[in-house]
């Protein structure tokens, strides 16, 4: 597989990263419903085989449990397979589980030796703070305290517990705010077909000052996966997010399927060997320039095989085009 520069970290990442949100499992505010740790396990090893380099995990993804099923799929590779590992902050969480932001100097640091002890490390691969702020302030950019926050990592960075650092679901201004304190190697932004809010400012800037970008939910979390049914969508766990967001509810949910006939006939076009409408969407954002890789969720072994193909998928301008008009 392909790799590709990964801003200013010194690393080469693959196309496709495998995301580790919903291995944390259920009973927590974003949870996905009940999940097997064999299967999590199985699909981080999967991945690996199939040649991906890196996973994208979060401390708060299953309030820690995320962080603890990753670091037993590493512990049972030799060192040299080891993907590399990137992980998040900024999210904590109570004794009762409840979710809360901080970007305290001493929360952050807090949070970085636990995520250490749960992964297994000495040291992580890519550090990111998860969100700007919580709730409806996140993209206001008066954000308070990241100048801050972003010292802290900066510092993580020279004590050598944390190798390269980034940011998660920050605009243009708040980039521009920290990155006379460090650069910023890289952002994670919400991406897709059904998702592009970050196209007018937010990519563009990260083009011009070298910043790598992995894109999350490339497949509106399973939506455009070309599995997704409405039957499928009724019978999930009350407590997966999902079940409640607006693109899995009408009236949004046929304009999406619709969306996801498309792409099912554009990755069975010509040449191609049955690609998956997922595989289709994934790369549909691989294609814009400011973007590095895609980060795709896995639950079992066999969703990574069904979104491998991505990596290597290429799309013709008329059919970028084609998708327009289901764009909302």
Not at 20 to 34: H, K, L, S, T, V
Not at 80 to 100: A, H
Not at 145 to 154: F, P, R, Y
Not at 161 to 170: L, T
Request: with cysteine; net charge neutral.
């Amino acid at each position: 597989m392909e790799k590709r520069r990964l801003g200013n970290t010194g690393y080469q990442i693959t196309p496709v990263g495998l995301g580790a949100w919903a291995i944390g499992g259920g009973g927590w505010a974003f949870g996905w419903g009940p999940q097997d740790d064999r299967e999590s396990i199985a699909a981080i090893h999967r991945a690996v085989d199939l040649g991906i380099n890196w996973i994208d995990t979060a401390a708060v993804y299953g309030l820690g449990h995320s962080e603890e099923i990753v670091a037993r799929a590493l512990a049972e590779l030799p060192q040299w397979r080891r993907p590399l590992v990137f992980t998040k902050c900024s999210l904590v969480w109570n004794e009762k589980g409840q979710v809360s932001h901080s970007l305290k100097p001493e929360s952050l640091r807090a949070e970085l030796e636990a995520s250490l002890r749960r992964l297994g490390v000495d040291v992580i691969d890519l550090y990111q703070i998860h969100w700007p702020a919580f709730g409806a302030d996140s993209k206001a950019p008066d954000a308070p305290g990241l100048e801050q926050a972003w010292q802290t990592l900066a510092d993580m960075k020279k004590e050598g517990k944390v190798r390269a650092i980034g940011v998660s679901n920050f605009t243009a201004p708040h980039m521009e705010r920290i990155r006379q304190i460090a650069p910023v190697a890289t952002l994670q932004p919400s991406y897709s077909i059904l998702s592009r809010g970050v196209e007018a400012e937010t990519l563009p800037y990260c083009g011009v000052h070298d910043i790598g970008v992995i894109v999350y939910s490339p497949m509106k979390s399973g939506l455009l996966s070309g599995a997704m049914t409405r039957e499928r969508i009724a019978a999930m766990p009350q407590n997966d997010w999902r079940r409640h967001h607006r693109d899995f509810t009408e009236p949004k949910l046929t304009e999406n399927l619709e969306l996801v006939e498309k792409l099912r006939v554009i990755g069975q076009r010509g040449q191609r060997r049955n690609c998956s409408p997922g595989e289709v969407a994934i790369a549909w954002t691989l294609n814009h320039p400011a973007v590095t890789a895609a980060i795709v969720g896995a639950r079992r072994p066999e969703q990574v095989d069904g979104f491998i193909g991505a990596a290597k998928l290429e799309l013709t301008p008329e059919e970028i085009e084609e998708c327009a008009p289901y764009i909302t």
